[in-house]
T-cell receptor
């Protein structure tokens, strides 16, 4: 069965304290891994797409990487405004190419 | 900047009543998704359209939920009758298709009382 697992469930960091969020997946036929940011009461906001192992994408303080079994979202010197829930999703091969989400990591950055 | 539009943003309804949500995807996006998100969990797919055709509704509770995308553009999700357990955020997303990323609307927060 296809599964997407995110860890940790919650993470509290001090401003400037770098860390990483993990998204591990067991799917057959990965056709893309996506990271989203979600603020309370709002829809997910697209951040990155990764298609193949070894690929990396960067945006401001965020860097996403992909291996054959997992993806990491590295946050360098976070600021309080980076506080949000970070979701990863995978798209698998098949006729419908569903987009399946993990349960998210709730990040809190303290000033 | 193109956005996915959803309405209403908030809806309170009594159990056993009917409720409907509307979504207008980004222009030209062939794939449209409806997701349900319970607080503290990730979004769960309810139904996926490719143009006007349903390609996946395996998780849609078909005894009470229905979805349509008649002209392959905007879409409506309906619940009849609503139950207390339907309280959640209902999210619409669209994608150009293939393996491209999906873009989400702001969602409809449904509360069933």
């Amino acid at each position: 069965e296809d599964q997407v697992t995110q860890s940790p469930e919650a993470l509290r960091l001090q401003e400037g304290e770098s860390s990483s969020l993990n998204c591990s997946y067991t799917v057959s036929g990965l056709r893309g891994l996506f990271w989203y940011r979600q603020d309370p009461g709002k829809g997910p906001e697209f951040l990155f797409t990764l298609y193949s192992a070894g690929e990396e994408k960067e945006k401001e303080r965020l860097k996403a990487t992909l291996t054959k079994k997992e993806s990491f979202l590295h946050i360098t010197a976070p600021k309080p405004e980076d506080s949000a829930t970070y979701l990863c999703a995978v798209r698998i091969s098949g006729s419908a190419r569903q987009l399946t989400f993990g349960s998210g990591t709730q990040l809190t950055v303290l000033p | 900047e193109a956005e996915v539009a959803q309405s209403p943003r908030y809806k309170i309804t009594e159990k056993s009543q009917a409720v409907a949500f509307w979504c207008d995807p980004i222009s030209g996006h062939a794939t449209l998704y409806w997701y349900r998100q319970i607080l503290g969990q990730g979004p769960e797919l309810l139904v996926q359209f490719q143009d006007e055709s349903v390609v996946d509704d395996s998780q849609l509770p078909k005894d009470r939920f229905s979805a349509e995308r008649l002209k392959g553009v905007d879409s409506t999700l309906k619940i009849q009758p609503a139950e207390l357990g339907d309280s959640a955020m209902y999210l619409c997303a669209s994608s150009p298709g293939g393996v491209a990323e999906a873009f989400f609307g702001q969602g409809t927060r449904l509360t069933v009382v």
